[in-house]
């Protein structure tokens, strides 16, 4: 028996317990309109959201100790790993990823619903959007139970295993955190809807809590997609980021969140309001589709796929579309009434940000299609000789090869001096690494190989050196010269100031609810005949 896991564990069962009941008496709320069960469906997701982070908390320092009596920190991670990429063995694997994000749908459900009190429990849909937020806690829940992060190990654990070299960076963790920020941020928007439309009540309060989940949502993703090019062009065994089916899956809801953005800044007419519902079920269904790829972890193994087990998670995505149909039938009324509150206020500089930041991520794209590469071997002192796509003339210097021992790793480094048009630039390194533990007697077995290499960044222009064959005499390495490679990351910057600005305006409110029906307003706030 371990103490920690069987609190952790008690934890997450406790919390999957109070999101059920959450959802069920929010269900049951918006059914008898009853405000007191609304009040308690709010309190139930409270401790939810606060039993997961026990466990949560739990896991962390787990990692954190290396308590290898637990089998998910002795499959994760090794004594030798430097405790800054705890994060990437946290958040790759499925049971942390998913509850990490239970936390996160519930916290962010809960920062947007503010306190709620028996005077305003069943306003503005109140109960519809604690189920919503519920029910996906819920699920995720459900799926990191399943996997089993908290079960114990069988006999003494000296080590723990290696975790993948390439997660041992910073990139991965961006990524992680952005796509997960991404899909709680998005699927807190779709509930908000959901209470909205459920409600009737589609007004300037909704469309501005709704822009900047929105706005929080699509940045987020941003990040996420940035990081992940740039960590596949640092890391040449990943492949080709382009070519990834984890690709296409976070660019759609990247798409979609883009187009979104666009209709919350544009004047709300009857259809623009219309859509932006539907690009709003749209993005969330998106994010949790591609969550499901990867079992609820946002980045994986090199030879990761599919897990046939994560169409559970589809369940999601399902559901937000079962409720897309049943919800949206109320949208052309509530829509029409939606359009007499005041367009979102115009930010020009905000605006010219986001374009200018389009256009240079436009132009790394595009520039990524003209990659120009070599493959050298070069002795010591040999030189090699190159064009770029700009024709200007690059010469590298073999410096020869040193190997070095790490925190965590042994590398072997190959050093190039490029010179372009006879003028001296800094060293270029390419590195092959072994990263090693104890969790295996046989030696051989506990060791995985990582290559690294080195970037020089110009205007237009970005120099990449890699490792292909360490093996060979001399080692193969790699050139590259990419067309405006470094304009991703400003660009992406530009882009996510053009669109945080204007979504940190609060608009004043308007003087009534628009809700587009003859109905008086809500609910009154008693129970049905017959009950006390």
Same mark, same amino acid.
């Given at each position: 028996?371990? +103490?920690?896991?069987?609190?952790?564990?008690?934890?997450?069962?406790?919390?999957? =317990?109070?999101?059920?009941?959450?959802?069920?008496?929010?269900?049951?709320?918006?059914?008898?309109?009853?405000?007191?069960?609304?009040?308690?469906?709010?309190?139930?997701?409270?401790?939810?959201?606060?039993?997961?982070?026990?466990?949560?908390?739990?896991?962390?320092?787990?990692?954190?100790?290396?308590?290898?009596? #637990?089998?998910?920190?002795?499959?994760?991670?090794?004594? #030798?790993?430097?405790?800054?990429?705890?994060?990437?063995?946290?958040?790759?694997?499925?049971?942390?990823?998913?509850?990490?994000?239970?936390?996160? =749908?519930?916290? #962010?459900?809960?920062?947007?619903?503010?306190?709620?009190?028996?005077?305003?429990? @069943?306003?503005?849909?109140?109960?519809?959007?604690?189920?919503?937020?519920?029910?996906?806690?819920?699920?995720?829940?459900? $799926?990191?139970?399943?996997?089993?992060? #908290?079960?114990?190990?069988?006999?003494?654990?000296?080590?723990?295993? =290696?975790?993948?070299?390439?997660?041992?960076?910073?990139?991965?963790?961006?990524?992680?955190?952005?796509?997960?920020?991404?899909?709680?941020?998005?699927?807190?928007?779709?509930?908000?809807?959901?209470?909205?439309?459920?409600?009737?009540?589609?007004?300037?309060?909704?469309? +501005?809590?709704?822009?900047?989940?929105?706005?929080?949502?699509?940045?987020?993703?941003?990040?996420?997609? $940035?990081?992940?090019?740039?960590?596949?062009?640092?890391?040449?065994?990943?492949?080709?980021?382009?070519?990834?089916?984890?690709?296409?899956?976070?660019?759609?809801?990247?798409?979609?969140?883009?187009?979104?953005?666009?209709?919350?800044?544009?004047?709300?007419?009857?259809?623009?309001?219309?859509?932006?519902?539907?690009?709003?079920?749209?993005?969330?269904?998106?994010?949790?589709?591609?969550?499901?790829?990867?079992?609820?972890?946002?980045?994986?193994?090199?030879?990761?796929?599919?897990?046939?087990?994560?169409?559970?998670?589809?369940?999601?995505?399902?559901?937000?579309?079962?409720?897309?149909?049943?919800?949206?039938?109320?949208?052309?009324?509530?829509?029409?009434?939606?359009?007499?509150?005041?367009?979102?206020?115009?930010? $020009?500089?905000?605006?010219?940000?986001?374009?200018?930041?389009?256009?240079?991520?436009?132009?790394?794209?595009?520039?990524?299609?003209?990659?120009?590469?070599?493959?050298?071997?070069?002795?010591?002192?040999?030189?090699?000789?190159?064009?770029?796509?700009?024709?200007?003339?690059?010469?590298?210097?073999?410096?020869?090869?040193?190997?070095?021992?790490?925190?965590?790793?042994?590398?072997?480094?190959?050093?190039?001096?490029?010179?372009?048009?006879?003028?001296?630039?800094?060293?270029?390194?390419?590195?092959?690494?072994?990263?090693?533990?104890?969790?295996?007697?046989?030696?051989?077995?506990?060791?995985?190989?990582?290559?690294?290499?080195?970037?020089?960044?110009?205007?237009?222009?970005?120099?990449?050196?890699?490792?292909?064959?360490?093996?060979?005499?001399?080692?193969?390495?790699?050139?590259?010269?990419?067309?405006?490679?470094?304009?991703?990351?400003?660009?992406?910057?530009?882009?996510?100031?053009?669109? @945080?600005?204007?979504?940190?305006?609060?608009?004043?409110?308007?003087?009534?609810?628009?809700?587009?029906?003859?109905?008086?307003?809500?609910?009154?706030?008693?129970?049905?005949?017959?009950?006390?």
């Amino acid at each position: 028996m371990h +103490g920690l896991a069987d609190a952790a564990r008690l934890a997450a069962w406790v919390a999957l =317990v109070f999101a059920v009941w959450a959802a069920a008496a929010g269900l049951f709320a918006r059914r008898m309109l009853y405000a007191n069960l609304a009040v308690i469906a709010w309190r139930g997701m409270v401790a939810a959201v606060t039993a997961a982070s026990i466990a949560l908390a739990i896991l962390c320092y787990a990692l954190a100790a290396h308590d290898y009596g #637990f089998a998910f920190v002795a499959e994760r991670a090794s004594a #030798f790993m430097p405790a800054k990429w705890l994060p990437a063995a946290l958040l790759s694997a499925t049971g942390g990823a998913t509850l990490a994000w239970a936390v996160l =749908v519930g916290a #962010f459900g809960l920062t947007a619903l503010g306190r709620v009190r028996r005077a305003t429990a @069943l306003d503005e849909g109140r109960p519809v959007t604690v189920v919503a937020a519920s029910a996906v806690m819920a699920v995720s829940l459900a $799926v990191a139970i399943a996997s089993r992060p #908290f079960a114990a190990t069988f006999g003494a654990v000296r080590d723990g295993a =290696v975790l993948p070299p390439d997660l041992q960076q910073a990139a991965p963790i961006v990524v992680a955190l952005g796509y997960l920020t991404a899909a709680a941020a998005s699927l807190v928007s779709l509930s908000l809807t959901a209470g909205a439309l459920d409600a009737r009540t589609l007004d300037l309060r909704w469309s +501005g809590a709704a822009r900047r989940w929105n706005a929080i949502a699509w940045t987020a993703l941003v990040a996420g997609v $940035v990081a992940s090019a740039r960590w596949y062009a640092g890391t040449p065994l990943r492949g080709d980021w382009a070519t990834d089916p984890a690709t296409s899956l976070w660019l759609l809801p990247c798409a979609i969140g883009a187009w979104l953005i666009h209709l919350d800044a544009a004047r709300p007419t009857a259809d623009r309001i219309v859509t932006r519902l539907l690009l709003i079920f749209a993005m969330a269904a998106a994010v949790a589709g591609a969550l499901a790829f990867g079992l609820g972890a946002p980045v994986h193994e090199i030879s990761a796929h599919a897990n046939p087990a994560g169409r559970w998670l589809v369940v999601i995505p399902l559901g937000v579309t079962l409720s897309a149909v049943t919800l949206l039938r109320r949208a052309a009324g509530a829509a029409a009434g939606a359009t007499r509150f005041p367009a979102p206020s115009r930010n $020009v500089a905000a605006a010219w940000l986001a374009h200018a930041g389009a256009i240079l991520v436009l132009g790394a794209i595009v520039g990524a299609r003209f990659v120009r590469s070599y493959r050298i071997q070069l002795a010591d002192t040999a030189i090699f000789t190159a064009h770029d796509q700009l024709g200007r003339q690059w010469s590298f210097t073999g410096e020869g090869q040193s190997t070095s021992q790490r925190e965590n790793y042994a590398a072997v480094t190959w050093a190039l001096v490029p010179a372009r048009n006879g003028v001296r630039g800094p060293v270029l390194t390419a590195e092959a690494r072994a990263y090693a533990s104890d969790a295996d007697n046989d030696e051989r077995s506990a060791v995985q190989v990582a290559y690294a290499g080195s970037v020089a960044r110009g205007v237009l222009l970005e120099t990449r050196v890699s490792v292909v064959n360490p093996d060979a005499s001399p080692a193969v390495l790699q050139v590259s010269f990419v067309p405006l490679g470094t304009w991703l990351v400003p660009g992406a910057l530009l882009i996510l100031a053009g669109a @945080l600005i204007p979504a940190v305006r609060i608009p004043e409110e308007p003087a009534g609810r628009f809700t587009g029906t003859s109905s008086p307003g809500p609910p009154p706030l008693t129970p049905p005949s017959g009950t006390s």
